[in-house]
T-cell receptor
Framework: AQSVTQLGSHVSVSEGALVLLRCNYSSSVPPYLFWYVQYPNQGLQLLLKYTSAATLVKGINGFEAEFKKSETSFHLTKPSAHMSDAAEYFCAVSGLGAQKLVFGQGTRLTINP | NAGVMQNPRHLVRRRGQEARLRCSPMKGHSHVYWYRQLPEEGLKFMVYLQKENIIDESGMPKERFSAEFPKEGPSILRIQQVVRGDSAAYFC?????????????FGAGTRLSVL
């Protein structure tokens, strides 16, 4: 069985500040991990993915995430927040093969001017 | 290459009516997934299909819900006799065959409102 926990349903940072969105996972098989972003009334856009290659993964829009097996974590970071980063962010896990994604509850990121 | 296309974007039904949601996967993609997002919640898996086959329907409610992905045409998620609790955003995702099959690409969703 797989599960994802996103710590903090709402995160607020100032423009230019570090963004840190937390994700912990549970998986009985080697996981594939994903971060998606959802803008209001839109679908999900893939930010980045971990598929058992490099543990530090770089994605679009300046985001990156580090897979830490010992901590079962896959936190998302961005060095400097931009107003356009305001959105809902979802962490998800799946197993090998074409399988369903299990999503966390989401974290709503607000950027203060 | 067009993305995953879902229609309609918004659908309003009265209690007891049927809702049909359509999803056309990206060109070359042979795997389709349906997810439901209730207000203020994350996405929950419903069903995974390949052409003419249901592979995993472990997230589908036992009654009133069905899905298909025919040889020709879009995937359809059908909800019979809708109730207010069915109001949600329904997202379709597709993935290609082969090594990249773990990566799912999402449509913009269909927002179902049941009056």
């Amino acid at each position: 069985a797989q599960s994802v926990t996103q710590l903090g349903s709402h995160v607020s940072v100032s423009e230019g500040a570090l963004v840190l969105l937390r994700c912990n996972y549970s998986s009985s098989v080697p996981p594939y991990l994903f971060w998606y972003v959802q803008y209001p009334n839109q679908g999900l856009q893939l930010l980045l993915k971990y598929t058992s290659a490099a543990t530090l993964v770089k994605g679009i829009n300046g985001f990156e995430a580090e897979f830490k097996k010992s901590e079962t974590s896959f936190h998302l970071t961005k060095p400097s927040a931009h107003m356009s980063d305001a959105a809902e962010y979802f962490c998800a896990v799946s197993g090998l093969g074409a399988q369903k994604l299990v999503f966390g509850q989401g974290t709503r990121l607000t950027i203060n001017p | 290459n067009a993305g995953v296309m879902q229609n309609p974007r918004h659908l309003v039904r009265r209690r007891g009516q049927e809702a049909r949601l359509r999803c056309s996967p990206m060109k070359g993609h042979s795997h389709v997934y349906w997810y439901r997002q209730l207000p203020e919640e994350g996405l929950k898996f419903m069903v995974y299909l390949q052409k003419e086959n249901i592979i995993d329907e472990s997230g589908m409610p036992k009654e009133r819900f069905s899905a298909e992905f025919p040889k020709e045409g879009p995937s359809i998620l059908r909800i019979q006799q809708v109730v207010r609790g069915d109001s949600a955003a329904y997202f379709c995702a597709s993935s290609p065959p082969g090594a990249s099959k773990n990566i799912q690409y999402f449509g913009a969703g269909t927002r179902l409102s049941v009056l």
